[in-house]
């Protein structure tokens, strides 16, 4: 009987020879789940770039919901740090604007809302870049841009005004209180990227939010019974050259608002604008017969930065 051979083993594979394949295979497939995440990413880039139709201000949207406080200081710090949304919303605003994409723009309070937001973004920029630089130090600095790219092309701030005035018509005096430059001296921003369809109602809370501020506007009473109002130098720049430094409200009972201005056409719609807003003491005399204060306060041009609460009395925490 033939003694059987012993059967031979099957020979291991050589781990030296199937590592470079497990390698390239997982390499492969770190490639593949790469490229769909880079997609995935670009097409959310894609996403917030490129308009939708209508035009919405949603980037604009998270910046402000992120760093602005409910008294409206911002935090400069955080978004000079982490600026990418921000910069996304600028990148869309240099490719779009009524001008270049007016199908974009279905009515009159779309494009005023993106004339705004646009205003506001701009300021920022500025603000952004010179921070933490104090008035002191950047009267020492270059000068700023002039010019920026909005809907491909090159628009000053000037410029950007007065297409804000071509539609301003519906709420002329609430505009006042919509643009900052984000100084102790101007208007706190608003919380919220302003929209067409809620316009009306944004800037109506745009008034709210800045009567509160006492920098900017204070009512007092200058004789017994008599309502005087304090103002920033903001309102200087407002109202023209031509306002005095301290002007006079003249008699509240004569104008139909609540007062007038000298030499002031809009005197008489702001002060109607301003009453709703002033103390409900103030009100109540708001008409007696004298003669009302208007004194602009000296400039502040400090920014108005959120800081950490506690670091300064009164001070609101910023949203999540």
Request: hydrophobic share 35%; aromatic share 10%.
């Amino acid at each position: 009987m033939q003694a059987s051979s012993p059967q031979k083993k099957p020979e291991s594979p050589n781990p030296r020879q199937k590592l470079p394949w497990k390698a390239l295979l997982i390499l492969i497939l770190l490639w593949i789940l790469g490229f769909y995440l880079s997609q995935a990413f670009s097409a959310q880039v894609v996403n917030d770039v490129l308009a939708t139709q209508p035009f919405n201000h949603h980037i604009w949207n998270e910046v402000l919901q992120r760093r602005v406080a409910p008294d409206g200081s911002f935090d400069f710090a955080g978004l000079k740090a982490s600026p990418g949304r921000f910069n996304a919303y600028l990148l869309q605003l240099s490719q779009y604007s009524p001008e270049n994409h007016p199908e974009y723009f279905p009515n009159p309070d779309d494009i005023l809302a993106y004339w705004i937001n646009a205003y506001n973004a701009l300021t920022l920029r500025q603000a952004l870049n010179d921070y933490p630089a104090s008035p002191e130090q950047l009267s020492e600095l270059p000068p700023r841009p002039t010019d920026y790219l909005i809907g491909g092309q090159l628009i000053s701030l000037a410029e950007i005004t007065e297409r804000i005035q071509d539609y301003a018509t519906r709420f002329p005096t609430y505009l006042k209180f919509a643009l900052t430059d984000y100084t102790v001296d101007s208007p706190p921003i608003y919380q919220h990227a302003y929209e067409g369809m809620h316009l009306k109602a944004q800037l109506e809370q745009t008034v709210g939010v800045a009567s509160k501020n006492e920098h900017l506007l204070h009512f007092y009473e200058s004789e017994p019974q008599c309502v005087s109002i304090e103002l920033s130098s903001f309102w200087k720049k407002q109202l023209g050259t031509g306002t005095p430094n301290n002007a006079e409200l003249l008699d509240a009972s004569v104008a139909p608002n609540g007062g007038s201005w000298a030499g002031d056409p809009q005197a008489e719609a702001l002060a109607g604008l301003l009453k709703p807003y002033a103390p409900p003491e103030m009100q109540a005399i708001w008409n007696f017969p004298c003669t009302h204060q208007v004194k602009v306060i000296p400039a502040d041009s400090k920014l108005r930065e959120y800081k950490e609460p506690g670091t300064e009395e009164g001070e609101a925490p910023l949203a999540n």
